[in-house]
């Protein structure tokens, strides 16, 4: 069987202060925002620093009652997820679906940069909540 998994999307990480952020990975790096955008459907604002062909995602909360808000308020700042890309976001999810594994997604969703996506449960996963982005064609 070849992977679904095609490459790293990205790496996200939940902070507080997302220009702080954003100027502490321009002052130690040099790296600089490729993207950023408001995705009101998950209540937050990301940052995107590309790194090869993947990207460091940068994540605050808009609202208080969006996941990275209670993620931020148990957890703290730090690793919130990690995204790999696929091909097809929609047979993806269902191979994870018909292995009996739980996801927070049942179907794929509208993503940031037009992408479609869809997140597998940290329980099912090793505690490590996981993304998989589909790319637009």
Known sequence: MD???TEIDHV???VRDLDAAIAWYAEVFG?????????ESDGVEEALVRVADSYVQLLTPTRNDSPVAKYLEKKGEGL????YRVA????????VKASGYRVID????????ATTVAFIHPKASFGTLIE?????A
């Open 106 to 113: 049942q179907t794929p969703r509208p993503g940031s940069r």
């Open 31 to 39: 790296a600089e925002v490729e993207h950023r955008e408001i995705v």
């Open 3 to 5: 992977s679904l998994l």
């Open 12 to 14: 996200a990480i939940a």
């Open 80 to 83: 919130h997820h990690v995204a």
């Open 132 to 136: 998989l982005v589909q790319e637009s």
């Open 88 to 95: 097809d976001c929609a047979a993806a999810l269902e191979a």
